[in-house]
């Protein structure tokens, strides 16, 4: 019996410590399940935190909310925490350390293309969205995306294998343990083992859970981020190697007229006219060939064609993703119908404006040659009068009829004075409606007209506007005719330069005015007729009339201004003139009178 007792004790020894074993393994897989589950969770952050700042960006250049701003500037901040953290958590995995090295650099990447597109703001919106649509742009989600599902999986894969690893240990030590026991207790033995199973099961269901939580949070901010690319302004087409609809964004179905269900699954040559419809196919088989990149990488004006076959212009831009088992093709349409029918109207709006100077210059040439055949029409009056005073004593039989003629003769020289004189008054009282108006505004559209003609001179324009010296009471009209001769002026003059640099400015001046110049790199005035510049009739073009500057000075001199023009100092000529500012008092004592 005490033998027996003996060997029941060793087999309760032996029982116990297979047992014990069998307990560490648990809590060593129990640890490193908890481990992985520390990794995932920091993983979904750095997703969370990214998509955040990201949304965060968005929101702040549509709407230039500081909200948005500092949702951002928390979720960047946030992110190099996270990550230090996963570095301290993946430190005895060299590989995941490699690929979180990787995961890092491409999120800083991504962050400074974040940073640089706050730091535009709203206010230079059209930067900001053309950093976002760079081919770099639009890889960097898919790679950041595909690391972190590469770093998820290979957690998952470890987590696997810990778990067969613990499973095993436990099965062999369970067993272990168990024939020990049966010997020596079996109940025991048998309790104590389902028991330790049970409680492992419940972990690890726990630990399950948990996983199944954080997919929901994946799939949840994928949705968010699907619906994020949604409300993009421009269309997005993705297709495959064959020219497959793959995806049809929102915007896409509005542009195209074809529902994501009508065009997914179908070729992209659909959503062209004929005959690119039918060259396509080749175009693309050409590509992947050859990979010779015609369109790939690059913005490109085409024509596309809507479900209702009407045609239209677009700006196309197409980025290529390599996948494992292929590749994609990412389109971003932008519909161009607006913007060439802005274009439009404004040629119309420069056309109309060049009508009105035109008859501004034939009005002001019309009171310079009434000026100057003013006189000459008097002197022949008086020449008349003169002559009939000398035959009213002359006894030659035919000095009546020549004083009659001469009487007639000065009544016409008079009727046409007097027709010149009412030319004279009709130009000069021209009626002008004067308004308050943003010279800023003025300006900018009056150099869109001039420019609009010089887009092969390779001009460099730049812009220096005072904020206190904006609102001016002016014509509206003539004030841009002014700015529209002296640009086109600048233009001409520096049509043979190699440096063409146009300035344009506004600044105060004394007595409540504002002063706008003009300055160019052409080829100036001569010193000569820099006095007589805005004299009628005087100019420096082989083919002018000399009216453009004398009308600008009258026009400048009725508003209360002056034009003047020097030599600048980096060559050429600035041209200067002066409008009557709105006092404050003025804008007051007007909205008194409006209410």
């Known amino acids: 019996m005490p033998g027996l007792l003996s060997v029941a004790l060793a087999l309760f020894l032996a029982a116990g410590v297979a047992l014990t074993f069998n307990l560490n393994r648990l809590r060593d897989s129990f640890a490193w399940v908890e481990h992985t589950n520390e990794v995932l969770r920091n993983i979904s952050a750095v997703e969370r935190a990214l998509l955040q700042a990201e949304s965060a960006e968005r929101g702040y250049l549509l709407t230039g909310g500081d909200s948005y701003r500092d949702s951002y500037a928390d979720a960047s901040a946030e992110i190099p925490q996270l990550l230090e953290t996963l570095k301290g958590l993946v430190s005895d995995n060299p590989v995941q350390s490699q690929r979180l090295e990787d995961l890092t650099a491409s999120l800083n990447a991504r962050l400074g293309e974040f940073k640089l597109a706050v730091d535009y703001g709203p206010g230079r919106l059209n930067e900001a969205l053309a950093i976002l649509s760079t081919a770099r742009f639009r890889q960097l989600t898919p790679h950041i995306e595909g690391l972190l599902a590469q770093f998820r999986q290979a957690e998952f894969e470890l987590l696997e294998a810990r778990q067969q690893t613990a499973n095993r240990n436990a099965v062999l030590a369970t067993f272990f343990a168990a024939g020990m026991t049966v010997l020596a207790l079996l109940s025991s033995a048998f309790g104590a083992y389902f028991l330790e199973r049970q409680r492992a099961i419940s972990q690890l269901r726990a630990a399950n859970e948990e996983l199944t939580k954080s997919q929901e949070n994946l799939k949840r901010r994928e949705a968010h981020l699907h619906s994020i690319l949604a409300t993009v302004p421009d269309a997005m087409v993705i297709i495959d190697e064959k020219g497959i609809i793959q995806s049809f964004s929102t915007t896409a179905e509005h542009l195209f007229g074809f529902t994501q269900q009508e065009a997914q699954g179908k070729n992209v040559n659909i959503l062209m006219p004929m005959p ?229 400015s506004t600044a105060a001046a004394a007595g409540n005015m504002v002063v706008i110049s003009v300055a160019d790199t052409g080829c100036g005035i001569a010193p000569d007729l820099m006095s007589k510049l805005f004299q009628p009739f005087v100019t420096t073009k082989q083919t002018g009339l000399g009216i453009g500057l004398s009308l600008s000075r009258t026009i400048v001199e009725s508003h209360g201004g002056q034009i003047a023009a020097e030599p600048n100092p980096a060559g050429g000529t600035i041209f200067r003139f002066t409008l009557r500012g709105l006092i404050t008092g003025e804008l007051d004592e007007g909205s008194d009178d409006a209410r």
């Open 276 to 504: 690119y419809r039918l060259k396509h196919d080749s175009y693309l088989a050409r590509y992947l060939t050859t990979g010779e990149k015609r369109i790939i990488g690059l913005g490109r004006t085409v024509v596309g064609q809507r479900k209702d076959g009407g045609p239209f212009p677009m700006e196309l831009w197409v980025g290529e993703v390599l996948l494992e088992n292929g590749r994609q093709f990412i389109g971003f349409v932008r519909d161009l119908t607006f913007a060439q029918e802005r274009e439009r109207l404004l040629h119309e709006m420069q056309s109309e404006l060049l009508h009105v100077s035109r008859l501004s210059t034939m009005g002001e040439m019309a009171a310079a040659l009434a000026h100057e055949l003013n006189q000459p029409l008097s002197a022949m009056t008086n020449y008349l009068r003169g002559s009939k005073l000398l035959l009213r004593d002359s006894t030659d039989e035919h000095a009546k009829k020549i004083g009659d003629a001469l009487d007639k003769a000065a009544e016409q020289a008079l009727r046409a004075g007097s027709v010149i004189e009412r030319l004279r008054q009709f130009v000069a009282r021209g009626e002008t409606e004067k308004r308050v108006e943003s010279i800023r505004n003025l300006v900018e559209e009056t150099s869109s007209l001039a420019l609009l003609t010089a887009k092969d001179q390779s001009i460099r324009t730049s812009f220096q506007f005072d904020p206190s010296a904006d609102q001016v009471m002016v014509d509206r009209v003539q004030i841009q005719q002014v700015l529209l001769n002296l640009l086109r002026n600048a233009i001409e003059a520096m049509r043979t330069s190699a440096c063409r640099e146009l300035v344009i």
